[in-house]
């Protein structure tokens, strides 16, 4: 080949081979730019991190309230049997304010309530009276016989001592304790046991039991608090004294 010659004769196969890497050169300039295109309109997605196109989404949701428990509902009292000579009362009977309780002889917790019932009647001296009702729960066996026994000391004048000894001797609850209780009160053992025998007060237990639902009692004790407004408000179980003494003052 002259050094002073202007044209340069190709073979038809290395004409081929020029072509052919000219159009892999063009098809890969195209695609890279593409290619950058693409990276630079997600670098924010990139930058993120996985997960961040949900993140993102999950952002423009409106935020939910945060559910709260609905308060609970404040005990109500409902209908109330008037106090009357049929009950057994302590205290003045001019008091200010009434307590009347909704009991259970066998009820752990009525046991544990009667200590501060008597507290509550030596504070408030004078200005509470203090109404035993019968509540006898259908799984204590012994509630009711005891709330009969009671009713049969009563009649004989010794109610509340009566019930005072029950609840001093929880366990000891069944007939013989039932007797055994009487002699020692000095009751008319004939008396007493032809009372309890025979049933005599168990339409009165049955009427406090009943009355007691309807005043809105679920469990025992329950007591019912008059106020010396006319206000009745209802003591759900066996509260400690100084929560009784706070509802008692309110009343007064």
């Known amino acids: 080949m002259s ?8 073979s038809p196969k ?14 890969c300039t195209v ?8 990276v630079l309109r997600c670098d924010s997605c990139f930058a993120a991190g996985p997960g961040a196109s949900d993140k993102a989404m999950a952002a423009e949701q409106p935020i939910a309230p ?41 009820c752990p917790f009525c046991s544990r309530f009667h200590p501060t019932m008597k507290q509550i009647m030596d504070e408030f001296e004078g200005q509470v009276r203090w109404v035993y009702r019968h509540y006898p729960l259908g799984f204590h066996a012994e509630a009711r016989p005891a709330a009969l026994a009671s009713e049969c000391a009563g009649e004989q004048g010794k109610f509340w001592e009566y019930a005072d ?15 055994e209780l009487a002699a020692e009160l000095g009751l008319n ?4 046991r032809s009372c309890l025998s025979s049933e005599k007060y168990g339409s009165k237990v049955s009427g406090d039991l009943s009355g007691g639902t ?4 679920q469990g025992t004790p329950g007591t019912i608090i008059l106020g010396a407004d006319g206000s009745a408000q209802l003591v759900p179980g066996a509260l400690p004294f100084e929560s009784v003494k ?3 003052e309110d009343a007064l």
Do not use: C, K, W
């Open 189 to 192: 053992m004939s008396q007493f």
């Open 66 to 106: 945060t559910p709260t428990a609905p308060a609970p509902d404040e005990p109500s009292v409902g209908e109330i049997t008037p106090v009357s000579e049929a009950d057994h009362v302590r205290g003045a009977a001019d008091a200010s304010v009434t307590l009347i309780e909704y009991s259970d002889f066998e």
């Open 31 to 38: 695609g890279f730019f593409i290619l950058l295109a693409v």
């Open 165 to 179: 000894e029950l609840y001093e001797n929880q366990s000891s609850l069944g007939e013989d304790y039932y007797e």
């Open 14 to 27: 290395a004409s081929f081979a020029i072509g052919l890497v000219g159009g892999v050169m063009v098809l």
């Open 3 to 10: 050094s002073t010659g202007s044209n340069i004769s190709l």
């Open 246 to 248: 706070m509802m008692v």
């Open 214 to 217: 309807a005043a809105g009692v």
